[in-house]
């Protein structure tokens, strides 16, 4: 069965770095894209990275572009995100995610419909001095 | 930046039907999907594709969408289905980033 084993999370202080680890099985991991989903306390979801499955093309969100670096290791069957010049708004439990396309027919042509299809169960990372 | 907004909060009985709803402009060209979430849990999948069920997920779960507004419908809803529930669709403005809808806590009591 799909698992999605998060770790890495831990108490940094503001301007700190840290490196989250999301290590997938179950699945062929180089064949889907994924992504990173956070929550910070009492909140809702906030996407904030994610990365095709070859290619490596990545996309993020505004609040953490420049700052957080997602990447993949396929050999590996895992997932990263690089965590730079961490904020205390950056509290939060984040969640890597297998992410599923699929293609949207329109009038106007073919669209790609992402969504996340399994989740790990998160790791905490907190913000604070 | 878009947004998708949902009701903070529902409540039902017991065997009663809940309907949550998220509305959005994109929603008239996307697809929606569900999650529910319980607390200090993982979201899983409930809707995907505006109205398709995933594998496990019981019949009484449900989803529609037109125009604007998409519902999640949960027919006889249980106490087990006590939880928060999230939208998600895409961002049509240009980045095709995916966007989250507030959540809406469901009490079922």
């Known amino acids: 069965q799909v698992q999605l084993v998060e770790s890495g999370g831990g108490l940094v202080n503001p301007g700190g770095s840290l490196r989250l680890s999301c290590a997938a099985s179950?699945?062929?991991?180089?064949?889907?894209?994924m992504t990173w989903i956070r929550q910070a306390p009492g909140k809702g979801l906030e996407w904030i990275s994610d990365i095709r499955s070859s290619v490596g093309d990545t996309d993020y969100a505004d609040s953490v572009k420049g700052r957080f670096t997602i990447s993949r290791d396929n050999a590996e069957n895992s997932l990263y995100l690089q965590m730079t010049s961490l904020r205390v708004d950056d509290t939060a439990v984040y969640y890597c995610?297998?992410?599923?396309?699929?293609?949207?027919?329109?009038?106007?042509?073919?669209?790609?419909?992402?969504?996340?299809?399994?989740w790990g169960q998160g790791t905490l990372v907190t913000v604070s001095s | 930046s878009y947004e998708l907004t949902q009701p903070p909060s529902v409540s039902v009985s017991p065997g009663q039907t809940a309907r949550i709803t998220c509305s959005g402009d994109a929603l008239r060209r996307r697809y929606v999907y569900w999650y529910q979430q319980k607390s200090g849990q993982a979201p899983v999948l409930v809707i995907y594709e505006d109205n398709k069920r995933p594998s496990g997920i019981p019949e009484r779960f449900s989803g529609s969408s037109s125009g604007t507004m998409a519902t999640l419908t949960i027919n006889g809803a249980r106490v087990e289905d006590e939880s928060d529930y999230y939208c998600l669709s895409t961002d049509t403005s240009g980045n095709q980033r995916r966007v989250f809808g507030g959540g809406t806590k469901l009490t079922v009591l």
């Open positions: 179950g699945f062929t991991f180089r064949d889907y894209d």
């Open positions: 995610a297998r992410e599923i396309s699929s293609p949207l027919y329109t009038s106007g042509g073919t669209l790609a419909e992402y969504y996340f299809d399994y």
